[in-house]
Each structure stands twice: as C-alpha cells, then as structure tokens.
C-alpha cells in the first residue's frame, strides 16, 4: 500500500489560497491519487481526484509532479466554512479496497 | 450527483444487544460497498469490502462474526454489530462505488453508543 503524509494542521485566513501537499514516494504505476474533506461527525466527501499533471474543477485544483511522488491540493479563497480534516488518498483504480486513511490535515480557516 | 444514505444516524444501545445499520445508494447502483470505523480525533479505518451478492472481505483483525455484513442488493449493504460492548462505540461509515469508476461516496455516518 502507497503510504500518504500531511501536515497534521495548517492555519489559514478567509480568502486566502491554501495548498496542501501530500507526499507518496510509494506511489503505483496503476495509483490514482484522491482527496476528501470531512467535517465533524460527517462522512467524507469527495473533493478531487488525478493521476498527473493538473485537475480542476468547481472547488480545487490538484497539481501532481511527473515524478507523482507528491501532490498539491489547491483550494482557492477559503472561507471559515473550509474548516474541516483533508485527507490524501493513494490508490489502485481497480482495487478499491487499497484505499487507506491517513491521519489528514486539520485545516483551521480564521476570520 | 452520488448519494450514499445511513439509517439510522445515530443509535443508542445496551450492551449484549445487536445493532444494524442500512447504508444505500440512492441515485446509482453500487458494485462496491466499504464499511469503515472511525474513533474520536482518529481517521478512518476500513473494516471490510463488501460486492453484492457475495460474502464480505474484512480486514485484518476484523472479527467477521461480530461484524455481520450483508450487501442484498446494488443499493443496500447492511452493517450488524452483535452482542455490542462499550469498546464498539464509534462513528461507522460506510462508502460505495459507482458502476465504472473508482471513486468512493461516502454516508454521513452512524454514531453507536453502547451503554
């Protein structure tokens, strides 16, 4: 299994940009890298999900080195809403039960 | 969108007593279906991979007869937690995967207490 680690909390202000780096020197050559967010005593919802170079849509960009060793998750302009656990996921598209949690990062979005 | 629903959301129970949980998809049909654990301040734990129609795949240290898991149909897996004890309290999730992809939709999680 790829193992995945984060920073175990960052701090940031609304309106900032917040990047998150997830490292994965383990990495597959079949691995998809995943990101979710979850909220207190909620499940984890689905924020992003790439295999290289960039993804983006409606609420983050995902920047992923040729290397794939590592991986950024961009979220543009947060607000106090923001606040919740991220967590990076490395996994085998065809082997869903690989996926593993790692301890995530507590992002702590301040007025 | 993918919706994963959880019944209930939170139960309270004696110890010695069963409790299940229901976890459906219910705008797409699901090959795929995870059961998860989660303690306070803790992340995620897989406990188990369940495929409609055939028996459950726990991880390790998983007890199978005491987590009882049955995936009936491609929109409902259930979670039976039996003879419950303090020590299974927690936060239970489950996930499941459209027909085609690979990206896991999550409930919203079933908070036991066991008394």
């Known amino acids: 299994l790829a193992k995945t680690t984060q920073p175990i909390s960052m701090d940031s202000y609304e309106g900032q940009e917040v990047n998150i780096t997830c490292s994965h020197n383990?990495?597959?050559?079949?691995?998809?890298i995943t990101w979710y967010q979850q909220f207190p005593s909620q499940g984890p919802r689905f924020i992003i999900q790439?295999?290289?170079t960039k993804v983006t849509n409606e609420v983050a960009s995902l920047f992923i080195p040729a290397d794939r060793k590592s991986s950024t998750l961009s979220l543009p302009r947060v607000s106090l809403s923001d606040t919740a656990v991220y967590y990076c996921?490395?996994?085998?598209?065809?082997?869903?039960?690989?996926?593993?949690f790692g301890k995530g990062t507590m992002l702590l979005v301040s007025p | 969108g993918a919706v994963v629903s959880q019944h209930p959301s939170w139960v309270i129970c004696k110890s010695g007593t069963s409790v299940k949980i229901e976890c459906r998809s219910l705008?797409?049909?699901?090959?795929?279906m995870f059961w998860y654990r989660q303690f306070p301040k803790q992340s995620l734990m897989l406990m188990a991979t369940s495929n409609e129609g055939s028996k459950a795949t726990y991880e390790q240290g998983v007890e199978k007869d005491k987590f009882l898991i049955n995936h009936a149909s491609l929109t409902l897996s259930t979670l039976t937690v039996t003879s419950a004890h303090p020590e299974d309290s927690s936060f239970y999730i489950c996930?499941?995967?459209?027909?085609?992809?690979?990206?896991?939709?999550f409930g919203p999680g079933t908070r036991l207490t066991v008394l």
């Open positions: 790439g295999y290289k």
């Open positions: 705008d797409f049909q699901a090959t795929t």
């Open positions: 383990n990495i597959a050559t079949n691995d998809y």
């Open positions: 996921l490395v996994g085998d598209a065809k082997g869903y039960s690989t996926l593993t």
């Open positions: 996930s499941a995967t459209r027909q085609g992809t690979d990206t896991q939709y």
